[in-house]
C-alpha cells in the first residue's frame, strides 16, 4: 500500500511564511496561522513542503488505507490560499454563502485574498470543522 507523502516535518513554520514571494499573500498566511493556532489549541506545523497544520488524527477508509492527517490547515499557494477543513459539517453551505469571494473544492476553500472574505464567517467555519472533527475523531491528546 502506497505510503502518505504528507506527514508532518521539523521545517520552521515562521521561515516557511516568510518565504512567501507574495506579500499580501505572505500576510494573510500570518492571519490564518494565528486564528487557527488560537481557534485549535494547537501549535502549527508543517506538514509535507507546504501545508500548515494543526493537531492531527488517525484514520481509515473501508479499503484498507490508513494514515495521519491535519486536522486543519492552510496552504499559501501562488494562485490563492487553500484552507483545508473538514467536509460535511451541518450548517457549512450557509456559512459559504455568507463567506464572500471564495471557490471550493471536497475539503479546500480557496481564497485569492483574506480581505475578499468575511474573517468572523471563516473563524466559524474553522470552529465547526474543528467541532466535527473532534466528533468524529476524539482528541487524544
Same mark, same amino acid.
Given at each position: 500500500m502506497a505510503e502518505n507523502k504528507t506527514k508532518p516535518t521539523q521545517v520552521s513554520v515562521a521561515e516557511f511564511i516568510e518565504a512567501v514571494p507574495n506579500a499580501q499573500r505572505r500576510e494573510d498566511a500570518k492571519r490564518v496561522c494565528a486564528m487557527m493556532e488560537r481557534l485549535s489549541g494547537y501549535p502549527p506545523v508543517m506538514w509535507g513542503p507546504s501545508i500548515?497544520?494543526?493537531g492531527s488524527y488517525h484514520y481509515r477508509y473501508q479499503s484498507g488505507r490508513e494514515g495521519d492527517a491535519a486536522r486543519i490547515g492552510f496552504s499559501p499557494r501562488s494562485t490563492s490560499l487553500v %484552507?483545508? %477543513?473538514a467536509d460535511g459539517y451541518k450548517g457549512?453551505?450557509?456559512q459559504l454563502a455568507r463567506l464572500g469571494k471564495h471557490k471550493t473544492g471536497v475539503s479546500c476553500l480557496y481564497i485569492n485574498k483574506l480581505s475578499d472574505a468575511d474573517e468572523t464567517v471563516l473563524e466559524e467555519m474553522v470552529r465547526d470543522s474543528l467541532a466535527y472533527m473532534d466528533e468524529k475523531y476524539p482528541r487524544s491528546d
Open positions: 500548515v497544520g494543526f %484552507l483545508y %477543513l457549512k453551505e450557509a
